[in-house]
């Protein structure tokens, strides 16, 4: 087998059988029909694609080398001749694919959530008591989950149809990732089909793609021989690998991939999450055999030690285990927050540390003025991470750890990713080790730097901010890399080396100006196809890129605006409630015009589950100020926000209908009952108002449920609430 060089030992002369014969595969290529040549494709797929299992996955290849590249170069040689009947599952996409120009992106039909940390034994039996505390669950009710290692590689979603693979995404932003079906494709350990009488129609199958320390090590072994990048970590390697725009690049590394969940699925094969990775197993894809099924806190933390113990030998890396609640129908009761699921969390390993030499303090100026110290270390592997870099959050920080230049400091990367200077070690300070006087002036546009309370920062301390707003070039040119970013307008090809060229060259200053930038190239500026370091094409896919961006979704357009204290979830909890441009604009406007915070249009935002005064006094700061609004107004012009679409499981009752719950409900815990109500898609607020729909009130109600009858909302009680959204 050319395209596996399969060592000639695998095969024996018992073994080999001849290619099928009858039917038209006896026929030469151009004597086929067309009709007759559509048959033989899907016979070749559905042949070779029993030979690479039983080679890859089962070790018991059934025929020679020379037959198998026959059957290749037959299913070759149809394509060709019929280019229309190429299959989506064709063998040709497996190994040696052409290379291709770019990755296309995927939209996730399910979004790829993150899961929520835990990183101590304590925090684990927090996890367990808020689940059951959700659920409403009491200590000796039944409740199980199951627990596996996490394995630090690169997330991939695998799309099934009809048993056969189709397509292949990263988690990217996790509402959209790369198409890297290609190379995906070439991956041994992962089926073309899968095998079963109940694989479902649809099937998004979701996991990991890592390396093994013995492939990673011969990896680099190769790399260094060629004199190519040398891989710091098999996570970097395993993303490095996988994108490759040829795919023969791909193919010719052993990635190897487990799989763990799932994302569109037409129908579930079990109930529980042990059940459907067993289903996993039977299909032919690869499933961790660690996993296990445990029922109590305590359980769940000897698992954690006992995997803890045999890290070392596991022979791929792993950063934790991930627990799940394993009953599907608790996990849909349960739901998400913000961009995690409830039901599930990841118990880290503890950070790994090492000693380095702090050589000096650099002060970084982020968008909105805040002054951020960074430690600039003598380079030190932490963790199979090279580490020259890392934060000291503000000034109290340095003064408190009695961090001095010169310093030997311990260094961490907490929860194995952010750089973190632990303290100094004080038994090797050196003599001439001298104390970091912070600066009282923004070290980029002179402007006194102020000290002041910032719940947002990190450190949830007191930073020391420009005062020069948008004057000061950094905050400037950090709403600008901002407004680009991953979550915001996301636009490929002008990341931060490009946002500071253009800002420098005052070709872009603010973010409408990324929309007419191909309007002016060569009119206002130098045409960029001038400049060096740029080529036609490359400029072409950027305009390309920009232009694509035109229409947004009003979740990333309000993170984009770079509004202090409007981050990732505060922009979806916005979004969620106003689902259009137009009506957050107006909400917000008759907030600044009121100017008072006992205001109704205040109250109004305030009460959105989610929102508090710190987001309402940074919307109507935001928007009161005249440079703001003529920023978005100028961007407005250049791009359309599209509606946000509100996620519910069915069309129901109380879609589109505003939702307060007061008293103490019985059936349902408080969190549950708001979790179920936005499934369905209502809006939940704090607080009764003329927009109320429904008030659902349990016992003890108070002053909520006297002014919702004065304003003639409904009131449900539990029981009525249940029969409405067809629950009882």
């Known amino acids: 087998m050319t395209a596996k060089k399969t060592p000639s030992s695998k095969t024996t002369a018992k073994q080999a059988k001849p290619a099928t014969a009858g039917g038209p595969s006896h026929l030469p290529v151009e004597m086929l029909s067309k009709a007759a040549a559509k048959v033989e494709l899907k016979r070749l797929a559905a042949e070779i694609g029993r030979h690479d299992a039983l080679y890859y996955q089962n070790d018991a290849p059934e025929i020679a080398d020379a037959e198998y590249d026959a059957l290749r170069r037959r299913n070759e040689a149809l394509e060709a001749r019929f280019p229309d009947l190429k299959l989506a599952e064709s063998p040709a996409d497996r190994v040696g694919a052409a290379p291709v120009a770019a990755f296309g992106k995927v939209t996730h039909r399910v979004p790829m959530l993150s899961l929520g940390n835990a990183f101590s034994d304590e925090d684990v039996t927090d996890f367990v008591a808020r689940v059951r505390r959700f659920l409403g669950l009491g200590a000796d009710d039944d409740l199980a989950f199951t627990a596996e290692p996490k394995i630090d590689g690169l997330s991939i979603a695998l799309r099934y149809e009809n048993g056969w693979f189709i397509e292949a995404a990263t988690r990217g932003d996790g509402a959209e990732g790369e198409n890297v079906t290609r190379n995906v ?77 799932w994302g569109e699925v037409s129908k579930l094969p079990a109930d529980t999450q042990a059940g459907i990775v067993a289903a996993f197993s039977r299909w032919g894809l690869p499933v961790n055999p660690l996993m296990e099924t445990v029922t109590s806190a305590e359980a769940m933390i000897a698992y954690y030690h006992g995997i803890g113990e045999k890290r070392s030998n596991l022979g791929y890396d792993i950063d934790g285990v991930v627990y799940k609640v394993n009953r599907l129908d608790l996990q849909d009761r349960l739901g998400f927050v913000s961009r995690s699921p409830r039901w599930a969390t990841a118990h880290k390993f503890a950070a790994e540390q090492a000693t380095t030499v702090l050589r000096g303090i650099e002060i970084q100026v982020g968008r909105t003025g805040s002054l951020t110290p960074v430690a600039r270390l003598e380079p030190v592997n932490v963790g199979g991470v090279v580490v020259t870099n890392a934060t000291l959050h503000n000034e109290d920080e340095i003064r408190r750890k009695d961090l001095r230049i010169g310093d030997f400091v311990i260094v961490q990367r907490a929860g194995d990713v952010i750089p973190q200077v632990v303290g100094p070690v004080l038994d090797k300070r050196p003599k001439q080790a001298t104390a970091y ?185 935001f928007f009161k100020e005249p440079h703001n609004t003529e920023i978005v107004r100028e961007l407005l012009s250049h791009v359309s926000v599209t509606a946000f679409e509100r996620v519910a499981t069915t069309s ?60 003639g909302v409904t009131v449900l009680t539990e029981d009525e609430w249940l029969a409405l959204i067809g629950q009882r």
């Not at 896919?541 to 509004?563: E, N, P, S």
Request: net charge neutral; aromatic share 8%; with cysteine.
């Open 652 to 711: 129901s009752p109380v879609t589109g209908k505003t939702v307060v719950f007061t008293g103490t409900l019985e059936k349902f815990s408080r969190n549950e009952a708001k979790a179920t109500a936005e499934r369905l898609g209502a809006k939940v607020s704090g607080s009764v108002s003329g927009k109320t729909d429904y008030l659902v009130a349990g016992a003890d109600a108070g002053s909520k449920l006297t002014k919702a009858r004065d304003a």
């Open 185 to 261: 494709a070439t991956i041994k350990s992962i089926p073309h089909q899968l095998k079963g009488n109940d694989v479902p129609p649809v099937m998004e199958v979701r996991g990991e793609i890592y390396y093994r320390h013995a492939d990673f090590a011969k990896l680099n072994e190769t790399q260094a021989a060629a004199g190519a990048k040398v891989f710091a970590n098999p996570r970097n390697a395993a993303a490095g690998s996988l994108r490759q725009l040829d795919a023969s690049i791909t193919a010719s590394r052993p990635l190897q991939f487990f799989a763990y969940t």
């Open 437 to 621: 006087e912070f600066p009282k002036l923004c070290p980029i546009c002179g402007s006194h730097a102020v000290r002041e309370a910032d719940s947002d920062e990190v450190s949830g301390g007191v930073v020391r901010r420009c005062t020069g707003g948008l004057i000061c070039p950094a905050q400037a040119k950090e709403r600008l890399k901002h407004f680009v970013s991953r979550l915001a307008f996301d636009i490929e090809g002008l990341g931060e080396e490009k946002i500071e060229q253009f800002y420098a060259d005052k070709r872009i200053q603010t973010p409408a100006d990324i929309f007419t930038l191909q309007a002016r190239n060569g009119v206002d500026f130098p045409r960029l196809e001038e400049q060096k370091g740029y080529g036609r094409k490359s400029i072409e896919k950027l305009f390309a890129a920009i232009d694509a961006r035109r229409t947004i979704g009003l979740q990333r357009f309000l993170f984009a605006l770079g509004i202090r204290h409007v981050g990732e979830g505060t922009s979806k909890d916005l979004a969620k409630h106003y689902l259009t441009w137009d009506a957050f604009h107006a909400a917000v406007m008759a907030a600044v015009s009121a100017g008072t915070k006992d205001s109704d249009a205040y109250r109004d935002i305030d009460d959105i589950d989610g929102i508090g005064e710190t987001v309402v006094d940074a919307l109507v700061e």
